[in-house]
């Protein structure tokens, strides 16, 4: 999946097509704005006219206003909600069979006119912008066309097996009203089209596939067609079930996934109203995701989610180390959350007062009912949920004395009842018995303390008849319950847990000790307390994508809170008319985008689930992933050679549990079309160590260009920091010269921050990276830094490095430090034969 826009022409003028067709599809999208300017004020002018001819005041004059004002609103509304990032595709056609429009202004053949090909060369015949509204030119001509319209089909439907007319479909990306960069897809790689008496350039992946299916032999050709017929097989295969997809770098398995989803949508929209979630490992693919699959418009029916941010109101990029990692990710997480999750409402007590002490100041009196909470300081405070020890004998207490109820005591019936904490204590674990979330177990604990204060009353006994003491114990309960006072009873001792205060309280090295028994070694829960005491008391503080997935279980462990209802929004349109229901659904959904991300923000099941480079999924994920997918269709995507995971069966036991008995159907793509050969050659080296046995795809073109082998060293042998940086920096220029595209730098999890620093000075063209972050993008080179860094990080750190070195589009760069032991060519022990 690329992660530029730079064509890989051989020329080396990628940037000046680049930047050309950038250009061009401003200068379309500036007069696409002028025209929507110019419909905004029609509109406006319509409601004033109409407002004018209210003052005739016949019923048939205020009739034929409210209907203009009302149509007026809607379209003026509808241009309003719609107007930021209006356009996003493009298809470029061939010449039809007929010569007959829709009534969008477009041509309605679907195949091309006999002769629209000659000797692989054709004229573009027809262009066509796709947006989120048709708009029309003054002379009826077709500016945008609706991506709901038939003649917008095209766009999510042809596939270079079954083209159509389309020569090239494009994604524009843009924020607002500036272009930001293209993508093509060519649906015919091997013609030659022309458009305005020019050839019709391609930008990013399609300039490497036209360069591929233009190529004189017949072999390569074939080649071409057997990407393309893999490729289509899985975008068009029933979405029944679960599909798999496996393949090695390069063969276009993100790609495939994200037409899947636009080709799944438009074919069966009604059966996919539940929404289709997109789940990608890191915020960068999701960023280049964004821009290759636009929104398409209604209910936000896509989903684009990086696994830092599937949880609303946790969002984040940051990575713990390895081996803390490997605790998070694992499936043992599961049991330790439940005990600590159940261990921090205890936290809250109760707690026996120390021997000898009188806290006996009830209020004797005549009213019926009081009630009053004794708390007593715990011998040994502990922590609440949320607080947590130092780093080795520092500790704090976890609250105020006062704030753990030791007892209860309530006087009814002219008498005193009381609980003490042992008996408190028993209910609570009786109440913790059942198997509903925590928080939503309060009721039944609530149950629970006033059937005991019934039974201690012994008001029971004085009642023969079972309406009367169904009565009194009907009186009991409410004249408990209705005193705030036991309602503050209630929230100090059955306080409502968070998922965040659960993590905060697992800081404490003590406590997660003693929860974590049997589950975690002693040197595995110092590793995991120490990585949490970045959280504050309430849980607040930086998150790394494994907590995400902690929060997520907790969730679900604790139950969600009760929410008050949301207060209906009210309709734009409502003061004009009142006439509501006499709104489309399209026109209902007029709340436009804040809508749509909030029924994103909200939505927790999905009718269809795409995972991209699902290898790298921790059995933690899976679970997250799965409970999005409870009811839904998958398609799962992923390379067992590429998995940053240290445990793959522990990993596929919990993918085997989300998707569930699901039947699946299995394809593998073979061809990689990313790498030169002589690229893939060298990572097949690292695949051979890491995965003995494993194949990789099969590159089908060669450059000449064999990657280069750099020395970092400070004139004596040896590397330092400094001279690592220096080295880095002078490669990554070298590389900036020799490419018109990007170069991806690619470190060590642990220097990415120092790389980012190292290379800010370069500009744009130049992306540092950390390991882990690299994967699913591309660049027109990269540099890989201190192979046996990258290899030596994890368990997985070889599967890791051979990710790292299939990045590169055309040429590769890898950089030996001291720690590489590089031969006298400078080749690393680990890429040497």
Known sequence: ??????????????????????????????????????????????????????????????????????????????????????????????????????????????????????????????????????????????????????????????????????????????????????????????????????????????????????????????????????????????????????????????????????????????????????????????????????????????????????????????????????????????????????????????????????????????????????????????????????????????????????????????????????????????????????????????????????????????????????????????????????????????PELTPRGVLAAMADERLLGRWARRVLNQREVRQLARSLQRLDDRGQGPLSVHDIALLDELQLILGAPIRPPRPREADPLDHLTGLEELTTFADRSGGGRRRRERLEEERTDYAHVIVDEAQDLTPMQWRMVGRRGRHATWTVVGDPAQSSWSDPDEAAAARDEALGTRPRRRFTLTVNYRNPAEIADLAAKVLALAMPGMRSPKAVRSTGLEPRFALASDGGGTAGDTALARATVAEAERLLGEVDGTVGVVVAMNRREQARSWLAPLGERVVALGSLEAKGLEYDATLVVSPAEIADESPAGLRVLYVALTRATQQLTVLSAERDDPDPDHVPDLLRD
């Open 1 to 494: 999946m690329a992660a530029h826009n730079a064509t890989h022409a051989p020329d080396h003028a990628s940037d000046s097509v680049r930047d050309r067709e950038i250009e061009a599809e401003q200068t379309h999208l500036d007069r696409v704005y002028r025209r929507l300017e110019e419909k905004i004020h029609e509109a406006e002018f319509l409601m004033d006219d109409a407002a004018r001819r209210g003052q005739v005041g016949t019923p048939g004059a205020l009739a034929e206003r409210d209907a203009q004002v009302f149509q007026a609103g809607v379209h003026l509304h509808r241009l309003n909600s719609e107007y930021e990032d209006f356009l996003f595709g493009r298809i470029d056609l061939l010449l039809g069979k007929d010569g007959k429009k829709g009534p969008d202004g477009a041509f309605t053949s679907v195949e091309p006119a006999d002769g629209a090909i000659v000797n692989h060369r054709a004229e573009i015949a027809e262009t066509l912008h796709i947006g989120r509204l048709g708009v029309l030119d003054a002379d009826y001509s077709p500016l945008v066309i609706d991506w709901r319209a038939p003649a917008a089909a095209p766009f999510y439907r042809a596939t270079p097996v079954a083209p159509g007319r389309v020569v090239r479909r494009r994604v524009v990306r843009s924020k607002g009203r500036k272009v930001l960069g293209v993508e093509d897809d060519l649906m015919r790689p091997e013609v030659t089209a022309t458009l305005d008496g020019r050839e019709l350039p391609a930008i990013g992946d399609g300039a490497l596939m036209a360069a591929l299916g233009r190529a004189r032999s017949h072999t390569m050709r074939d080649i071409v067609a057997s990407i393309q017929a893999e490729q289509d097989m899985v975008i068009r295969a029933p979405a029944a079930s679960v599909t798999e997809v496996e393949g090695g770098p390069g063969t276009g398995k993100t790609a495939v996934a994200l037409h899947r989803a636009a080709y799944l949508l438009y074919q069966d929209r009604r059966r996919y109203a539940g929404g289709i979630l997109i789940v990608s490992p890191t915020p960068l693919l999701v960023a280049y995701t964004e821009g290759v699959l636009p929104s398409l418009g209604e209910e936000g029916q896509v989903a684009i989610r990086a696994l830092g941010s599937l949880v609303d109101g946790a969002e984040t990029g940051g990575y713990d180390p390895p081996a803390v990692a490997r605790i998070k990710g694992s499936a043992r997480m599961q049991k330790l959350l439940r005990k600590a999750a159940r261990g921090a409402l205890e936290l809250a007590g109760p707690a026996a007062p120390p021997d000898g002490t009188d806290q006996d100041t009830a209020a004797d009196g005549d009213a019926q009912l009081s009630l009053e909470d004794l708390f007593a300081p715990p011998p040994d405070p502990a922590p609440a949920p949320g607080t947590r020890r130092g780093r080795r004998t520092r500790s704090r207490p976890a609250r105020p004395a006062a704030a753990a109820p030791a007892r209860l005591r309530v006087v009814a019936f002219g008498g005193r009842i009381e609980l003490e904490a042992d008996e408190l204590h028993a209910i609570r674990q009786s109440a913790l018995g059942g198997t509903a979330p925590v928080n939503l177990l309060r009721p039944r604990a609530r149950r629970l303390i006033l059937d005991a204060l019934w039974a201690r009353s012994g008001a029971a006994r004085r009642y023969t008849d079972p309406e009367l003491a169904a009565e009194a114990r009907a009186g009991f309960d409410e004249d408990i319950t209705t005193e705030q006072d036991f309602q503050d009873f209630l929230d100090a001792w059955w």
